[in-house]
């Protein structure tokens, strides 16, 4: 800002204690300038990222394993003069390499800046209907915050008491239907055959399946959108691709849809993935023996840890994420994570009705889960 500026609401001020370094006084002033819009919104809270090292982080659903190291290759060699240039606005070869990883056309692909993106657009573009759309009463929780950002009604829809979706209590009019699956938080799997009843028995609204962890034991539906043009998939590379820092995800659905989210996207950024980007995902979607071992490591490592947790007395859901979702019938869960917390173990709890007696924790390495289980036994004696 310019050093003209010195001046704030009350008075004459040097302009390095204007807004940013504000007290408290100036701040109720400041958000006079909000819109409507922002007064009324509560964003999504993400798990923490510690700044200090050596915590053993299991509370984000990150990969424990590193990226393969064709990605790091790749990065580098396109970190060059091209940078300068604009990145190609319809990340072209890496549709291609997605379309050509599910045999699919590239028409039925999109991309953008983390599959959060491309749920953000997908939100406005398909599922902004005169009905209110459909979800699990326990998902995903960014889903209602889009619903608040673009002023879509939504409906909850309990999951039953094992925690599965039952897809009978979603026969009734909506607006659209969109689900994790495997779920989030919970790590339950609804079997394809039960994707497709669905699917078919909804043929006026999108139903949009969020497979985040889908890699981890379960089953794509992207080879049902070629029978579903009203079927939307979405994936994303952070998790089983190790690269949530890279920040890539896609949908893959009929052309139409998929025009959908281009027509929103190009109406708001044409470049959201950038070149480094670009490059590290294809590289990532060609090296498949890496993808294959680190996904098949981290279900070995799912498994122990799933037979330690239950040999303490935990119940655990099924899982076919590279996360766990327990309780424990007689230890208090937000009292376990303070406690693993202050042995430099951090896993997710959620303080909301249902389940706030759960914990969630990433799968990590054999030694990290030796560690976490150290902990618990400590904890629990
Ligand atoms: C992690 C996650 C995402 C977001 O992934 P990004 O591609 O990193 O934005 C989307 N949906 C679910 C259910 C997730 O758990």
């Known amino acids: 800002m310019a050093t003209g500026c010195m001046i704030t609401f009350r008075s004459v001020q040097p302009c390095s204690r204007a807004p940013f370094r504000a007290g408290p006084i100036l701040l ?15 964003p999504y809270v993400p798990g923490e990222q510690p700044k200090l090292d050596n915590l053993v982080k299991l509370n984000t659903n990150e990969n424990p394993y590193g990226p393969s190291p064709r990605v790091i290759e790749a990065i580098h060699a396109a970190t060059d003069d091209g940078l300068r240039l604009y990145p190609d606005p319809g990340s072209e070869k890496l549709r291609a390499a997605i379309a050509g ?49 673009f002023g879509i009604g939504f409906e909850t829809v309990k999951l039953d008491d094992t925690f599965q979706i039952d897809i009978a209590h979603y026969a009734h009019p909506n607006g659209g239907i969109i689900f994790p699956n495997p779920n989030a938080p919970t790590g339950c799997l ?6 497709e009843k669905l699917v078919s028995s909804n ?5 949009v399946v969020d497979e985040a962890y889908i890699d981890f034991g ?33 949908a893959a659905g009929h052309a139409d849809l998929i025009e959908a989210l281009d027509r929103v996207k190009n109406s708001f950024n044409s470049y959201p993935l950038d070149r480094l980007a670009q490059a590290g995902a294809i590289a990532a979607l060609e090296d498949n023996d890496y993808f294959e071992s680190t996904c098949k490591a981290v279900m070995t490592t799912r498994g122990q840890l799933v037979s330690n947790l239950e040999a303490l ?11 766990v979702f327990a309780r424990h019938p007689h230890h208090d869960a937000s009292k376990i994570a303070t406690q693993l917390r202050e042995r430099g173990i951090i896993v997710r709890h959620f303080k909301m009705a249902r389940i706030d007696q759960f914990l969630r924790i990433s799968i990590g390495t054999d030694n990290q889960c030796a560690t976490l289980m150290t902990a618990l036994r400590e904890i629990l004696a």
């Open 218 to 250: 379960g089953g794509s539906a992207i080879p049902l959108i070629a029978c579903h043009p009203n079927l939307l998939v979405v994936q994303t590379l952070s998790k089983s691709r190790s690269l949530a820092g890279l920040r890539v995800g896609f």
């Open 313 to 323: 007395g935990f119940n655990v859901l099924p899982s076919a994420a590279n996360f």
């Open 190 to 195: 609804l079997g394809l055959a039960e994707i």
């Open 203 to 207: 043929p006026n609204s999108v139903v």
């Open 28 to 42: 109720p002033h400041m958000s006079r300038y909000w819109s409507n819009t922002v007064r009324t919104l509560t």
């Open 101 to 149: 990883n599910f045999n699919i056309p590239s028409q039925q692909v999109f991309v953008g800046n983390g599959s959060d993106e491309v749920l953000a657009l997908v939100f406005l573009a398909l599922l902004k209907q005169d009905k209110p759309i459909l979800f699990p009463d326990i998902t995903y929780s960014f889903y209602p915050v889009y619903c608040a950002l």
